[in-house]
């Protein structure tokens, strides 16, 4: 006879998971840093899941020069649902526990990497417009430039380097769907189904 309730080992991993999305809430989960020889240090702009970070005053000031509109947390209504999307998550992976059904996690993991797509999909069209909806008045113009960061990875942007990464919270999210996907591997390809 088949079962289909969740290992120990899984059952474990669930409750890291919920831990990974609740300690998401308290760490930036995105950063993007620009390099450039006026800025030898660096500046950084960090997203959390509630709130734009980092030095945004200064980059809002060099934003302005170029005719792109400033930052503002206020300003964007994902850092307003965020916190509960991931709160909802958390409360998920634990619930899973006791539901104890492998079904049940695929059903959650599949939820998840389709916020990914559709958190990824929202980053770039956030990047696109900053990047190119300029005020034509700007001080500084240059004919045929857009300034949108790169969604992953560099970018030169005239002589800013744009490096746009995962900060902590990032990589606990990522940790989580991969330790979503390990529940998956034991329960359907390594665990003994028999009993």
Do not use: C
Request: glycine content about 8%.
């Amino acid at each position: 006879m088949k079962t289909t309730n969740l290992s120990l080992a899984s059952k474990a991993m669930l409750l890291i998971v919920g831990l990974l999305f609740i300690g998401s809430l308290f760490v930036p989960l995105w950063r993007i840093e620009l390099d450039a020889p006026q800025y030898p240090e660096g500046l950084v702009l960090q997203l959390h899941a509630n709130k734009i970070a980092g030095q945004v005053d200064i980059i809002n000031g060099l934003n302005h020069y170029i005719g792109m509109a400033t930052l503002h947390t206020e300003n964007f209504f994902e850092f307003k649902i965020l916190p509960y999307i991931f709160a909802t998550f958390a409360f998920v992976a634990f619930a899973l526990i006791f539901i104890n059904k492998r079904k049940a996690v695929f059903a959650f993991l599949i939820t998840y990497v389709l916020f990914i797509i559709l958190s990824a999909i929202d980053f770039y069209r956030w990047n696109y417009e900053y990047g190119h909806n300029l005020d034509p008045n700007a001080a500084i113009i240059v004919p045929g430039m857009a300034y949108q960061p790169p969604l992953i990875g560099f970018k030169q942007l005239l002589n800013f380097g744009a490096y746009s990464i995962p900060d902590v919270g990032g990589w606990m999210l990522a940790g989580a769907g991969l330790l979503l996907s390990v529940v998956l591997w034991i329960e359907y390809k390594f665990k003994k189904t028999v009993s």
